[in-house]
């Protein structure tokens, strides 16, 4: 809870004998504060809108909204928190900070360490199953939004002291398979893939496999017969079946290396052993459906207000995505003992996790939901929207594909290289990039504009791929960030002071208001993250972050720091900001090179 909080709430406590109650309404409940930070921050730092919402429901006037806010302003206890109280004509309750405490806060995290400012979540164990995609196929842009958003959710976690286990969930054990092995077979009836294909050649192959399967009924049925014998551990199959993951595997580890982004592969396949025992303790759910083994749902209809099914087991007796994910969340709660267990997909897969969460709920592996925000384990569905082009068309290139993603680095990076050395021909030539440097802070850029330009945009809503816009060295982006990163640590490189000294014997001083904005803003970390916490919200970070910058830039452009008679308190500021950047950038994924 916010400190501000604790505050008011003795405050209120201290007021509320003296309220009348409404009959058919409860005190206690006008004593929880309702604390904001103030927007303009002309009245104030942080309001609390008790009073207005004690008044209304007492049927009140402005005579008696104002009595109890000047009430609430009489009983508000001393701290060295506040500078000063007071009330608005409309009957908030605002309050000044101390420019002093908020200096000693700061100064006490640059001394003690960010992880102080860290969440503390109830939760000890979290899986997150990111990014899961399907292999022997390769990844593409809709892959770019898992990857990106899991492992920042993941970090976000972590930082949070949760112990956290990222799983890849691919997608090795489904239909594509037997597709694949069919075809394979069928080509070459003593196949040996070794060394013989790359991803390349692989996704062709996919791509063949898969129109084969749509127009060759004959075809079809016997790639369906494939999983079956894949399922069930035919030698032949599942000698194939590796060599196909294998080469999979090498060429999305590339990817993961380049994007930053680690996720421990437990695919489909993994929990196929489970699936007997799975499916026994689901017995009472199971029911016929013309063939197929189905679960029906309570609460989603299909077309002609038909129940929707998970499929459990097909009529030629093969497995599901269903099955497997029935499997893996049972895994997860009852092996893993996973408190929360997050899956970050598409929104078209809501009604599939809806679906599986609630055959869990009904089994006994989950609590059931209804209601209670705080029960666990808790299995939450984090659905992410579209990429789309910038005339909202879906993204293509050129010859119309789905874009390859290491196509979409490239390219940011490129992007990025252009812009930096634009930055780079202002430079006089001692400070000039080399060639070298050059190239290694393009791919950390490029990969920073990709993914600052996806986590800034609220997770659900679709959102509009454009280089140009990300790179763009103005403006929200993450060569805006990463610019004044780069001046707050070359201000402190370039003084002779030693930082690490002066954060044990030097002094803040807040004086100036670019100063006091900034450090106000720094300190509001902590309620930020608990915000982003809320609902895995990672563009409040990001609007924290650029805000951040933001200020900072401010503050440099109106004071000097170095050669300043408050030079100590200014470098210290620098400091701060680095640090909460830094952090900032950590939770989000993002590499910020050292210098541009
Ligand atoms: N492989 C799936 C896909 O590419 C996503 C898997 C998500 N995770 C899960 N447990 N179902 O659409």
Redesign the pocket.
């Known amino acids: 809870k916010h400190q501000v909080s604790k505050l008011f709430e003795k405050s209120l406590e201290a007021i509320a004998p003296a309220i009348p109650a409404p009959p058919e309404s409860d005190v206690a409940a006008f004593v929880v504060p309702l604390v904001l930070a103030c927007s303009s921050g002309k009245n104030g730092d942080y309001q609390c809108n008790n009073a207005l919402l004690i008044c209304s429901k007492l049927n009140g006037d402005n005579a008696l909204r104002l009595a109890l806010a000047q009430d609430m302003m009489q009983n508000f206890p001393d701290s060295e928190m506040i500078e000063s109280c007071s009330v608005g004509g409309n009957g908030y309750v605002n309050v000044v900070l101390s420019n002093n405490w908020i200096a000693k806060t700061i100064m006490k995290m640059l001394v003690e360490g960010i992880e102080t400012w860290a969440p503390r979540l109830e939760i000890n164990r979290a899986v997150v ?2 990014p ?3 292999i022997a196929k390769e990844l593409h842009v ?2 770019l939004r ?1 990857c990106i958003i899991g492992d920042a959710i993941a970090r976000l976690l972590e930082f949070s002291n949760v112990e956290v286990l990222r ?1 890849n ?3 090795d054990w489904g239909t594509q398979f037997g597709m694949l092995l069919e075809l394979i077979f069928e080509e070459n009836p003593n196949w040996d893939v070794e060394g013989q294909l790359a991803l390349h050649d692989l996704a062709a192959l996919y791509k063949k496999a898969n129109a084969r399967f749509k127009e060759d009924s004959d075809f079809k049925e016997r790639a369906q017969k494939s999983v079956v014998r894949l399922q069930g551990g035919e030698v032949k199959y599942v000698k194939a079946w590796e060599t196909i993951r294998e080469i999979s595997r090498g060429a999305f580890n590339e990817l993961f290396h380049r994007l930053g982004v680690q996720s421990e592969e437990m695919g ?1 396949s993994f929990y196929g052993k489970y699936i007997p025992e799975v499916l026994e303790a689901l017995s009472d759910q199971v029911k016929d459906d013309d063939g197929t083994r189905v679960i029906f749902s309570e609460n989603l209809l299909g077309k002609g207000g038909k129940p929707l099914c998970l499929i459990v087991v097909k009529s030629d007796g093969g497995y599901s ?1 269903d099955t ?2 029935l499997a ?2 049972w895994y997860r709660v009852n092996q893993e003992k996973a408190d929360w267990i997050i ?4 929104v078209g ?1 809501k009604g ?2 809806q679906m599986v969460f609630e055959a869990a709920e009904r089994a006994g592996w989950l609590p059931s939901a209804a209601g209670n925000d705080s029960c666990c384990p808790k299995a939450i569905h984090v659905g992410f929207g579209l990429v789309q082009a910038e005339d909202g068309k879906r993204l293509r290139t050129r010859d119309s594909e789905v874009p390859r993603l290491v196509d979409l680095l490239d390219e940011a990076k490129n992007c990025s290289r252009v812009k930096i050395l634009e930055l780079n021909k202002e430079k006089k030539s001692s400070d000039q990039l080399s060639e070298e440097e050059l190239d290694e802070i393009a791919e950390k850029l490029g990969c920073a504009a990709i993914k600052y330009a996806d986590l800034k945009n609220n997770i659900s809503s679709n959102y509009k791929f454009s280089f140009n816009k990300m790179t763009n060295s103005v403006g929200n982006t993450a060569l805006f960030l990463v610019k004044q990163y780069t001046r707050a640590r070359s201000i402190i490189k370039g003084s002779d002071k030693d930082i690490r000294k002066l954060k044990e014997t030097g002094e803040m001083v807040l004086k100036d208001s670019s100063e006091r904005d900034l450090g106000l803003h720094l300190i509001r970390f902590t309620e930020i993250l608990a915000e982003a916490l809320s609902g895995f919200k990672l563009h409040v970070i990001c609007d924290y972050l650029y805000q951040l910058a933001s200020k900072f830039h401010i503050f440099y452009t109106e004071n000097k720091v170095c050669g300043s008679t408050e030079e100590t308190s200014r470098l210290l500021l620098c400091e701060a900001t680095i640090v909460v950047m830094k952090q900032c950038f950590d939770l989000l994924g993002i590499e910020s090179p050292a210098r541009i």
């Open positions: 199953d990111f899961s995609p399907n809709g892959h898992t799983r969930h691919v997608g489909e995505y497997t994910d893996a969340l899956y970050v997909t598409d897969q599939h996790f």
